[in-house]
């Protein structure tokens, strides 16, 4: 890792890029190569995706969030509630603790890439997945086995012109001949029939990532490459009633990522809580933070310090107690008392408006698809460009949405509409 960041850097100087390299960290800030650890990056991905979450959720007055970031191989799980990222006080990597904060995101084997298959007579989805190469069947790269990709394709849903962009052609004989012969012909079904059963148990594999964590005012956060897809689909099982699919769906965990800052934390355990102790304590902690902020490229003066005592609820999880200030006293109590700076240094970030206010408006189709809804029955569903809609536009669903670099299908009886923001809420009024 410190090789990979140190050749990094040393290419944008030879670009002659002026700003330094910034490593994003699994906490949720940002610090130069020199001061990074490589276990700091360990799913800090994910949460660049909640910061960008959080900020959706600010944007648009919403006090439940729970994050559905879909990649190829998995999907990815987080909360923000009430603007506060969920996270775990001691996290573990692959089962191992660690010393230091993690997000709480669970991660499930359901993913645009993942296999869909037969086991025991029922057709299952992942955990396996065919990867980026060779990828789904219909991407033509030698793929053997069959993906959710590979059904919206059949299905309808997907347009071999308009894939990634027009980037990529997809061929749907390949989706066919894979499906008849590791889905259709072991079940002794229909190819439509297969379809439909494969779109059904993919999208009840995917909410059962999610219910658990549903309550009655949860917005769903889809984004990820395959996440705007199936959203609707599996929100409607899981009990959610609104999704929120930002215009930068496909990208939106690097554009999370835009909103960290410079900062540091740091703690210390208090085991006696006298006036004289705690402020040696608050020394010792703001000798390290400047030494390390000035090292970064800002003196201590020019950044934001917030003192507080913490402590551990029965869980294990970090309870701020108080805010603390030089010649305060503290009770140890059971010894999971401790003292926390924490050292912000602000970067620019995007600038967010208020994603509620809009006036609606008809929405402009660009023309029609032929969708597949059951295995008996084909529709004509309208497409809407997601760029070439007005903000405030509306319509009714069933209808596919073709966003940058993603597609959206809307289910019967939901409802979209674009934001000020030019994000598309699907909504179910039932």
């Known amino acids: 890792m410190e090789g990979f960041l140190f050749q990094a850097q040393g290419r944008l100087r030879e670009h002659r890029v002026g700003s330094p390299l910034l490593v994003y960290r699994n906490d949720g800030a940002s610090s130069r190569v020199s001061k990074s650890v490589a276990l700091k990056t360990y799913s800090s991905g994910p949460r660049g995706g909640l910061e960008g979450t959080r900020a959706l959720a600010a944007s648009y007055g919403l ?49 645009g890439s993942s296999i869909i298959e037969v086991r025991d007579g029922t057709v299952a989805v992942g955990p396996r997945s065919v990867g980026a190469a060779p990828g789904p069947a219909c991407f033509g790269l030698g793929g053997k086995e069959a993906t959710i990709t590979d059904v919206n394709l059949l299905l309808g849903v997907l347009d071999t012109s308009s894939y990634l962009g027009g980037q990529m052609t997809l061929d749907a004989a390949r989706s066919e001949a894979v499906i008849r012969s590791t889905i259709a ?95 040696a304590l608050h020394d010792q902690l703001s000798a390290r933070a400047e030494r390390d902020m000035f090292q970064e490229g800002y003196p201590i003066e020019d950044c934001t310090l917030r003192w507080t005592l913490v402590d551990e609820d029965p869980d294990g999880e970090a309870v701020e107690v108080a805010p603390f200030t030089p010649g305060d006293e503290a009770d140890p109590g059971d010894g999971h008392l401790a003292l926390r700076l924490e050292v912000t240094a602000g970067l620019p970030h995007a600038p967010l408006a208020d994603g509620r206010a809009v006036v609606r408006e008809a929405a402009v189709s660009s023309g029609a698809r032929t969708v597949r809804m ?30 940058p670099f993603f597609t959206a299908r809307v289910s019967p009886g939901w409802e979209l509409d674009v934001t000020s923001s030019g994000d598309l809420i699907l909504t179910d009024p039932r």
Do not use: W
Not at 374 to 403: C, M, N
């Open 185 to 279: 012909e072991p079940l002794g079904v229909s190819l439509e029939e297969a379809l439909v059963m494969m779109e059904q148990a993919y999208y009840e594999t995917m909410s059962k990532a999610v219910s658990h964590l549903v309550g009655e005012r949860t917005t769903v956060a889809a984004f990820g490459g395959a996440g705007p897809m199936s959203a609707c689909g599996a929100a409607e099982l899981a009990g959610v009633k609104t999704v929120l699919v930002p215009r930068m769906a496909a990208v939106f965990s690097a554009f999370g990522i835009s909103f960290s800052d410079i900062g540091k934390t740091y703690e210390a355990a208090i085991e006696n809580g006298s006036a004289e102790v705690l402020t």
């Open 374 to 403: 059951s295995a008996h029955e084909s529709a004509e569903l309208p497409v809407y460009v997601l760029d070439d809609q007005p903000r405030g536009a509306h319509a009714a669903g069933p209808a596919i949405v073709e966003g």
């Open 63 to 111: 006090g439940h969030v729970l994050m559905m970031d879909v990649g190829g191989t998995t999907t990815d799980v987080g909360v923000v509630e009430d603007g506060e990222i969920r996270t775990i006080r001691r996290g573990t990597v692959e089962g191992a603790p660690t010393s230091f904060p993690l997000s709480d995101v669970q991660s499930s084997g359901v993913g």
